[in-house]
């Protein structure tokens, strides 16, 4: 069993950076392919950003690409998303996820074996 637990969302000005955290607890963290998505208010939850297990490799969606960083510590069972340049479309519910010794494809289409609450970023314009 793993838990997630996302922080650092709040509301901030369109143009200014954020970074989102993600602490985990239970199974060996590094072993998990992990990933942030995000759903904006009547809107699908969309795939935002991940990192896998082995080899350590990013992908990102287009709508974010150049923008945000995701990252990860496995010594402190903890990912990031930075976000910087923040739009007011940004604004959305963000959530991270986890599936374990997972590739890309699964954990981006949402197949998760863990999810966190969420935390709420809003972007004002």
């Known amino acids: 069993q793993v838990q997630l637990v996302e922080s650092g969302g709040r509301l901030v000005q369109a143009g200014d950076s954020l970074r989102l955290s993600c602490a985990a607890s239970?199974?060996?963290?590094?072993?998990?392919?992990v990933a942030w998505f995000r759903q904006a208010p009547g809107k699908e939850r969309e795939f935002v950003a991940a990192?896998?297990?082995?080899?350590?490799?990013?992908y990102y969606a287009d709508s974010v690409k150049g923008r945000f960083t995701i990252s990860r510590d496995n010594a402190k069972n903890t990912m990031y998303l930075q976000m910087n340049t923040l739009k007011p479309e940004d604004t959305a519910v963000y959530y991270c996820?986890?599936?374990?010794?997972?590739?890309?494809?699964?954990?981006?289409?949402?197949?998760?074996?863990?999810w966190g609450q969420g935390t709420q970023v809003t972007v004002s314009s």
């Open positions: 996820a986890a599936k374990y010794r997972s590739g890309y494809e699964q954990i981006s289409a949402g197949r998760a074996d863990y």
């Open positions: 239970g199974r060996a963290f590094r072993d998990y392919t």
């Open positions: 990192v896998t297990w082995l080899p350590l490799t990013t």
